[in-house]
């Protein structure tokens, strides 16, 4: 069975450039999730989906940042302008059910110039 | 948010078994203790979680405070490949949210 899959793997950009993450979670898994995670911390939640709904978006910096799922399966994570401090990596999960153990995929890691 | 404390650092001898401690004195009856790890350049994966009980799998067990304020993971026979961070997380089963914290850096010496 296929993980969670995303893309790119690495990004390099300049500041105010935009950029996008993609990600494709597992089959049938409902509830999807993008985390951020800077470096030497933890993975820290920007947003969580049920199935297209953003459930928990309350982490999300909406001047920059924006996400969708469209059809409740794929997401994609905007950013818009990029910045400096954008540098991290970006890790896409999902579970079958809301409760739901994680699958995390291997992550699109950003660096902005 | 409930939060656990973990220390920064351990590190284990292949083929030794590791035990991971973890605080949690503000748990409250709906947390669920779970566990997860994170290899280099991986995103994280799961190991374990529990409530009350004990709690075994083929990756490692789980040991629950009476009291519910600590909790050990415990690694039984460490191998290289379980050199990771490794993540005490607090999951309450109202919002459901994983929160993780900065997570215990495990090496392992051959």
């Known amino acids: 069975e296929a993980g969670v899959v995303q893309s790119p793997r690495y990004k390099i950009i300049e500041k105010k450039q935009p950029v996008a993450f993609w990600c494709n979670p597992i089959s049938g898994h409902n509830t999807l999730y993008w985390y951020l995670q800077n470096l030497g911390q933890g993975p820290e939640l920007l947003i969580r989906y049920e199935n297209e709904e953003a459930v928990d978006d309350s982490q999300l910096p909406k001047d920059r940042f924006s996400a969708e799922r469209l059809k409740g399966v794929d997401s994609t994570l905007k950013i818009q302008p990029a910045e400096l401090g954008d540098s991290a990596v970006y890790l896409c999960?999902?579970?079958?059910?809301?409760?739901?153990?994680?699958?995390f995929g291997e992550g699109s890691r950003l660096t902005v110039l | 948010d409930a939060k656990t404390t973990q220390p920064n650092s351990m590190e284990s001898n292949e083929e030794e078994p590791v035990h991971l401690p973890c605080n949690h004195s503000t748990i409250s009856g709906t947390d669920y203790i779970h566990w997860y790890r994170q290899l280099p350049s991986q995103g994280p994966e799961y190991v374990i979680h529990?409530?009350?009980s004990n709690v075994n799998n083929r990756m490692a067990s789980l040991a629950i405070a009476e009291d519910r304020k600590s909790s050990t993971l415990i690694l039984h026979r460490a191998t290289l490949r379980d050199a990771a961070v490794y993540y005490c997380i607090l999951r309450d089963t109202n919002d459901y949210k994983l929160s993780f914290g900065a997570g215990t850096t495990v090496t392992v010496r051959a």
């Open positions: 529990g409530l009350t």
């Open positions: 999960a999902s579970s079958l059910a809301i409760f739901g153990e994680l699958f």
